[in-house]
Every structure is written in structure tokens, then in C-alpha cells.
């Protein structure tokens, strides 16, 4: 399984110059790929493009929302930003959190599994460079987006419930998780991925939690709750909590001493895991030490960056 790393504002606010030298570390230690998460603070996009100046790493979103950006719009900036980073990037997006959507964008957020499968249906052509026109229940999408030399990045859905699975396995190369731990990616996530894949190439499943090396693993997880509060009030996050079996974020990190931590990746990895989105959490030394570990990979001696 292969690790990548969280950069941006996930680890905490940070400058153009602090997020450059997140992904170069990275990639020096062996990263396969540096993710960034669209929130209140840098744009996802423009963010690994500024970051696309270090080479020998992959870069990703994780995720980037769609409803406030059209299928033409998006891209067109994805395009760009593939193009800008030498066809390194991987194209993360989801739904959204319903709440955020209506309350902060005044956007509909009903049937989200609905609404992104004819969303992805135009946002596919649009990314091989392919004109659409397309006029739906949701979605009215006429044009083409032309950016010489930029590929078609890979697309990975971000996606939790039932109908989501079915759409990302359809219609998507894989899902992004979040919050979401080793049981429920073993009987709920990936088997139903893999069942609406079917016949199609092996899906992605990049699995981010909040990670962390440490001696105090109750002080750790109770900080990681404290920050990540707002998911267990969500209904998209409070479902897989639950069908995890615990109370909050920080019952789902990945918290312990070196071997701990390493056991749990390796848990995940068992139980259908692809890719590790590790977003490192606490101090910047912990932050440090914690990436130490999972490059080292000491418990069983892997190579850098990966666990097996």
C-alpha cells in the first residue's frame, strides 16, 4: 500500500512558501503522492500548482466540492493546473458537505448521489477534451475546454454511502475517504465499490485520517476531537462514525507509538485500502516525527512511503 501525505491547510494554516516545502519533503522522503483538501483557505488547484514546481511526486486533491464550480469551469481549471504540474495531477472532488453547501452558497444539496453522476457524465468528456452539450434536470453544459498538452487526469470520488459507492465505482477510478476506519472500509466501502466496478480497472481507494506519533495517545485523540468536532455533527460523517463504532474523530485516527500507528496502516491496507492519505496532526515536531515513521516504515522494515 502506498502512503501519501496531507499538505496545506488540513496540517494548518500555511504560506506559499511553508506549502512548497511540505510537498518537498514529501517527496524527499518518498511520498507517493502530496494531497490537498479544498476548504476555507487555499484553493486546492492553484495550491499544487504553485506546489507542481517540485518534481517526483503525484498531486492530488482531496476533495475538491463541485456544486460551486461548474463541470466547464472545473475543467478547465483542473486542465490547467495538469498542465502546469507535467500531467502529475490526480482529480479528487465530492459532494459536499449539504449543510455548508446551503448555508455558506445557498446551493441545492438534494439527491447528491443523483447530482453528481450527471455531473461526472459531462465532467469526463470535458477533461479528455471532448465538446458536450448537455441539457439535464441538474446541469446545463454546452462548450469544450481545449489546454494544449494537458492530459486527462485520473478522477477519484469522494464517497461514503451506498448510492455514492455505486456512482464511484461507475463512473469514477476510485473514492476518497475521510474519517472512515478499518471495519467500515472493510464490510461497507470497498466491497461496494468493487461490486459497481465491476468489468472496469481495479478502483482507487485513498483512505485519509488524521495521524499521529505520540506517548499520550488520550491526550492526542481527544485534541484530534476537539478539532474535527463539526464532522461528528454532519450526517455524511456522523454515518461511518457510527458504523465505526465510535463517538468522534479522534476514535478513528491514527494515534499510538511507532509500532502502533504502523499496525493500524497496516489495518487498513488489509482491509482494502489502495493508498494512505496520512494528514499529519499537532505540533510541527510532531508533524515531523510522525511523517519519520511512516517513511521509515520501521515496523517490518518496508521501503520509504510504503507499507507493503
Request: hydrophobic share 45%.
Amino acid at each position: 500500500m502506498d502512503i501519501g501525505v496531507a499538505v496545506g491547510d488540513l496540517r494548518g494554516p500555511t504560506t506559499a512558501a511553508g506549502l512548497e516545502e511540505q510537498v518537498r519533503d514529501a517527496a524527499t522522503s518518498g511520498f507517493r503522492t502530496a494531497w490537498a483538501s479544498q476548504a476555507l483557505g487555499w484553493d486546492a488547484l492553484t495550491a499544487l500548482a504553485v506546489a507542481g514546481r517540485v518534481p517526483g511526486i503525484a498531486l492530488g486533491t482531496a476533495v475538491l466540492p463541485v456544486p460551486q464550480r461548474h463541470p466547464l469551469v472545473l475543467a478547465g481549471q483542473a486542465l490547467s493546473t495538469q498542465a502546469a504540474v507535467d500531467g502529475r495531477l490526480v482529480l479528487g472532488v465530492g459532494a459536499g458537505i449539504g449543510a455548508m453547501l446551503g448555508a455558506m452558497f445557498g446551493a441545492p444539496h438534494d439527491r447528491p448521489a443523483r447530482r453528481m453522476r450527471e455531473y461526472l457524465a459531462v465532467l469526463r468528456p470535458l477533461l479528455r477534451g471532448e465538446p458536450v452539450d448537455h441539457h439535464g434536470p441538474a446541469l446545463t453544459a454546452v462548450g469544450a475546454v481545449d489546454v494544449p498538452g494537458a492530459t486527462p487526469p485520473p478522477v477519484l470520488l469522494a464517497a461514503l454511502g451506498p448510492a455514492m459507492l455505486r456512482v464511484a465505482g461507475e463512473l469514477a477510478d476510485g473514492t476518497v475517504t475521510w474519517l472512515t476506519g478499518p471495519r467500515t472500509l472493510h464490510e461497507h466501502v470497498v466491497p461496494r465499490l468493487v461490486r459497481a466496478a465491476a468489468g472496469r480497472a481495479a478502483p482507487r481507494v485513498v483512505v485519509g485520517l488524521p495521524v499521529c506519533v505520540t506517548t499520550d495517545d488520550a491526550a492526542v485523540r481527544a485534541r484530534i476531537a476537539e478539532r474535527f468536532a463539526q464532522a461528528g455533527r454532519v450526517p455524511e460523517y456522523r454515518a461511518v462514525l457510527d458504523r465505526e463504532g465510535v463517538a468522534d474523530a479522534g476514535g478513528v485516527a491514527v494515534v499510538g507509538d511507532e509500532d502502533a500507528v504502523l499496525r493500524q496502516v497496516h489495518r487498513l491496507r488489509d482491509a482494502g485500502a489502495t493508498e494512505f492519505l496520512a494528514a499529519p496532526f499537532g505540533t510541527p515536531d510532531e508533524q515531523r516525527r510522525t511523517l519519520r515513521v511512516l517513511a521509515g516504515g520501521r515496523s517490518g522494515g518496508e521501503p520509504s512511503g510504503r507499507t507493503g
